[in-house]
């Protein structure tokens, strides 16, 4: 008979047990439930609502359980349906009736809510940290190649020159905004939901903040209702993850170009990379290609637990239990991507030949040279046009920008000098480009000493 078996006579069907279980997946969360039941006990008996002894006979199978679960010794049985009433049978069956007292003005719904809120905390911390390992990589890839010159691109055309190292130390951006919107989002998670009971709270005398600091929670729910409905906390951590997962699935978008045979920028060690079954000469970033397909799947955990909540009435309703699949399935494909990210940015070779070569291409300089007119006095939209007429003559009469006479360059810009001539060279456009944020040497090595003291 199940633990609420009372005003039941007759069993679940095994196709209902089989339904309705969770064991099969919120057994993860077996340390933090135990977490949870050691605050709760000690306050019972803090509160006078159970013996002493029984408390601590409590704590201590508790942490008996705990071992019998590390060293895989625990029986699961979905008729038992979830992690808490695996641990609290358990506890029943050595104790008896004492340790039928640890569910003392509680309820499983704040329970889950509980150990929800302590998984994400400590979710969040490991992946923070994964994150800035993440950085580390990049920013010591970077540091490693501080004066590499690479086209920029808009529209995946030409733009204008870039440092290598700008390009990575974008990413090392958007990855700080990632682990900004965990920590914001940790302020959230770090409230404690115990005493919420099943909706209405406790006729007992519970002491909340005993719990709430045993746990080292910033403060306790003000709602019991919000309490045991509320599941914000878990939305903002899987919307925090896909735009994490978006980011990372950028990046392996630009490395898969960089590697194909059209740019050829980058090799991925062979350890990151696949071969073909049939085409013997194949080698395939399939990592970054899992990584954007892994992306969309984040995404789908988002749009699930949105959609979950988004019908539900006050309070707990068992929809909720499927929440756990999908914040377990983005938080392990986060923390998947980032055991597998820093070390292939950190073996990736660069070919700075074949970047050098594509940043030599003089299209890329055209803006310095409608920047030099504006410099001169001459509006910037007619010197846009200038130059583009430049541009379209030397496509008409198939030169390259740099293969002309000043003569031929003055038929379009009257007003260009020998000075004009010089603006080729992808070093001096970069150079010149002093800007904070700007791509320029100084302006780079500000940013790379930036993180390198960050990060430290
Ligand atoms: N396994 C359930 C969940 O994950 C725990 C709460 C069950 N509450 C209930 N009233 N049946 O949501």
Known sequence: MALWGGRFSSDTRDEVARYSESISFDKRLYRHDIDGSRAHVKMLAAAGIIPQETAEAIRAELLNIRSRIDAGD???DISLEDIHMHIESALIGVLGTEGARVHSGRSRNDQVALDLRLYLRDEIDLLIEGIHRFQNALVGMAAAHPRVIMPGFTHLQHAQVVLFAHHLLAYVEMLDRDAERLADCRKRVNIMPLGSGALAGSTLP???ELVCAELGFDRVTRNSMDGVADRDFAIEFTSAL???AMHTSRLSEDLILWCSQEFDFVELDDAFCTGSSLMPQKKNPDVCELTRGKTA???GDLTALLTLCKGLPLTY????????????DAADTAEQILAVYPPMIETMKLKEENMRRAANDPALMATDLAEKLVELGVPFRT???RVGSFVKWCKENGRLLNETTLEEMQISIPEATEEFLTLFDPDNSVAKRRLTGGTGFDPVADQLAFWQEKLK
Request: glycine share 0%.
């Open 242 to 244: 896909a735009v994490f």
């Open 317 to 328: 309703n068992r929809d909720l239990q499927e929440d756990k699949l999908a914040i377990f």
């Open 297 to 299: 799947r984040v995404y």
């Open 206 to 208: 519970l002491d909340r």
């Open 74 to 76: 625990f029986k699961y």
């Open 383 to 385: 010197a846009h046009h």
